[in-house]
T-cell receptor, first 114, second 114 residues
């Protein structure tokens, strides 16, 4: 079964506007971590933000925030004030418990329009 | 600046050839990973290693093997390349086991098998 679901293959946003990238996950573990990565056209995966399952507050890192809704098992990424350089693939990922490996969604391609 | 370096960005091989993809990290990380990335499928774990000479199968190990003789180096081996192994291969490393440990990725190796 798919552990991480990203339902938006592609998204467009106007420069300087905010955008939300959706991510839902499936786990029976109580302890897990959720991650978002950005992959520009250069190919390298860049870590953006982390949310632990026991964290009560939503994680924020600069213009990135994670809208964590535990009961709904969703971990949406919000990018505020989009910039042209935000155009990239974005991947949601989860690590369960003490697992070493991380499971990724299929990704969302974000395009920022000038 | 900490780095995960993949030796080849682009490779073109013929069906049946033996292929080595090399990955080196300079962060003294315990764990190293090989993922395969395909459009619409996200990243899928092939193998990971939690210590020198130790390895664990991921979700799609068939057709691949790995070698970790030194802590900093993790190699992915395609014993007999096939066209369905044409893909982007991403190496990553992480320090520890807990959920918050971030994966640091290399720039990727795009393999084409003819």
């Amino acid at each position: 079964a798919q552990k991480i679901t990203q339902t938006q293959p592609g998204m467009f946003v106007q420069e300087k506007e905010a955008v939300t990238l959706d991510c839902t996950y499936d786990t029976s573990d109580q302890s897990y971590g959720l991650f978002w990565y950005k992959q520009p056209s250069s190919g390298e995966m860049i870590f953006l933000i982390y949310q632990g399952s026991y964290d009560e507050q939503n994680a924020t890192e600069g213009r990135y925030s994670l809208n964590f809704q535990k009961a709904r098992k969703s971990a949406n990424l919000v990018i505020s004030a989009s910039q042209l350089g935000d155009s990239a693939m974005y991947f949601c990922a989860m690590r369960e418990g003490l697992d070493n490996d991380m499971r990724f969604g299929a990704g969302t391609r974000l395009t920022v329009k000038p | 600046d900490v780095k995960v370096t993949q030796s080849s960005r682009y490779l073109v091989k013929r069906t049946g050839e033996k292929v080595f993809l090399e990955c080196v990290q300079d962060m003294d990380h315990e764990n190293m990973f090989w993922y395969r990335q395909d459009p619409g499928l996200g990243l899928r774990l092939i193998y990971f290693s939690y210590d020198v000479k130790m390895k664990e199968k991921g979700d799609i190990p068939e057709g691949y093997s790995v070698s970790r003789e030194k802590k900093e180096r993790f190699s992915l081996i395609l014993e007999s390349a096939s066209t369905n192994q044409t893909s982007m291969y991403l190496c990553a490393s992480s320090l520890g086991l807990s959920g918050a440990n971030v994966l640091t990725f290399g720039a990727g190796s795009r393999l084409t098998v003819l």
